[in-house]
C-alpha cells in the first residue's frame, strides 16, 4: 500500500522556521514529482511547492517565493522537505504532501501535518 507519512509541524512564532519531511513508501517514488500542498480552516487546499524526479526544477506559490525552499533526497527511500522560514500567521494551515504518478495530476496524498504560526 503506498503511503505518504508527513511530520515536523508544530506551533512557532511568526519569524519562525520549521522543515516539514514526508516520506514515501516506496522506491519508485523516487521517479515522480513530489509536491506540498495547504489546508487552512475553511479555505481550499492551495499549491505550496513542487519538486522534480531529480531535485533539479522546483515550483513555487508566489506566497511563498523567498521563504520556503523544497528539496528531496532520494538515497534510499524518498523523503521530500519543506524549510520555511519567515512564517507568518497566515501560513497557519495543515500542510499535505503528494505525488504525481501518473502525470495527469496528483494521484497520493499524506494525512498533513499541522503547522500553527502565532502572532
Known amino acids: 500500500q503506498v503511503q505518504l507519512v508527513e511530520s515536523g509541524g508544530g506551533v512557532v512564532q511568526a519569524g519562525g522556521s520549521l522543515r516539514l519531511s514526508c516520506a514515501a513508501s516506496r522506491r519508485t517514488f523516487s521517479m515522480y514529482r513530489m509536491g506540498w500542498f495547504r489546508q487552512a480552516p475553511g479555505k481550499e487546499r492551495e499549491f505550496v511547492a513542487a519538486i522534480n524526479w531529480s531535485g533539479s526544477s522546483t515550483d513555487y506559490a508566489d506566497s511563498v517565493k523567498g521563504r520556503f525552499t523544497i528539496s528531496r533526497d532520494n538515497a534510499k527511500i524518498t523523503v521530500v522537505y519543506l524549510r520555511m522560514n519567515s512564517l507568518k500567521p497566515e501560513d497557519t494551515a495543515v500542510y499535505l504532501c503528494?505525488?504525481?504518478?501518473?502525470?495527469?495530476?496528483?494521484?497520493?496524498w499524506g494525512r498533513g501535518t499541522q503547522v500553527t504560526v502565532s502572532s
Open positions: 503528494a505525488a504525481e504518478v501518473s502525470g495527469k495530476g496528483w494521484d497520493y
